[in-house]
């Protein structure tokens, strides 16, 4: 065993001090390994962001209830009799002894996006005055809250980043209805972010909408209780509604984007991921024939198969990590953070959210590198390993 191991680093240190004389295609391996990494994780890295953003920075105590049959607040209607019957459920917090609900009116305007000039659709909603109670991780983070009764909006970080026209105490206009923008708000990059926020009444006004919501989002006294307090809404006669945690719902929105999005990235992963490993078997099999000479040499001398096999393949291994690492390093500074908007098709509005180069990535990205690695150098390890030793010597 001990001489195996011997001969297993005599031969890799071969290797590796040979490098340099092959420079030139080491670095074509290691950089299209490297590009393919950073491709793949930077693709995968947009899923990623958008569940971060619709799921996971969702709160995990708050349950939003709708119109029963409905896919989203866009063709959910509900009245006030339906509010009153939900805040008789168990299970909901208050403070100062009021009830923690926020019935909700959820509507699309066109704003500009700064990029490109054209209107997209962002969602505004209308939300009860103690909504920040209701939805403790907003913080308004410049100007103030919104007055009950007034034509005032504040906006959401993400969106202001993406879109025109709503900077602080900035007056845009949609329809028939002038607002001031009086405050931006936060939500470590959640839902909020991607949305303009005004008071219900004025915006139920603003839209002709009567008395009618269209989601009342609850405030529970903890997750435990969410399923009694889906069980007593669902068995209530007097009400005909759907009831979900935040994260539940945001998660079913964001599945099939996400499902897509990850497609892509592994299909484009795996077709580069191709190009790449005919690199690094180019490589190792030059690698190879430079060395024809030593290694006869070396099983001359009585070294065995295996041990030049092994050496190959360690060789290979080290370039698809150098590239995977290089990859991945790219990929975190180059795409983490970097802020989009996309059509959110549930509601048919946008949703801004980052990319999001997670730990679990990075991973996945420099094991599929060290696969890389290993797929390019196992041919050329193996004909190492059968070369005629008799051959090889006399063309020395």
Known sequence: ?????????????????????????????VVGIAGVVMVMVGILSIAAGLVDAMTDKAPKDIAIVLRAASTGEMDSIMSRDDVTAISEAPGIARIDGKLLISPELFVIVD?????????????MRGVDANVLAVRDNVRITEGRMF???LNEIIVGRGAQEIFEGIELGDT???GNNTWTVVGVMEADGGMPESEIWADVRVLQAAQNRGSTIQAVRVKLESIDVFDSFKDFLTADPRINVSVKTESEFYSEQSRFFSIFINTIGIFVGVMMGLGAIFGAVNTMYTAVSARTGEIATLRALGFGASPVVFSVLVESLLIGLAGGLIGAALAYLIFNGFKIST?????????????????????SGVIYALLMGFLGGFLPSIRASRLSISTALREL
């Open 343 to 363: 059509m959110n098709f549930q509601s048919f509005s946008q949703v801004t959210f980052s990319f999001a180069v997670t730990p679990a990535l990075l991973k």
């Open 111 to 123: 704003v500009l996006r700064r990029s490109t000039g054209t209107a997209s659709n962002v969602p």
């Open 147 to 149: 007055e009950a009764g």
């Open 172 to 174: 845009p206009r949609w």
């Open 1 to 29: 065993m001990n001489n195996w191991i011997t001969q297993v680093v005599t031969v890799t240190g071969m290797n590796i001090r040979s490098l340099p004389q092959r420079w030139g295609s080491t670095m074509v391996a």
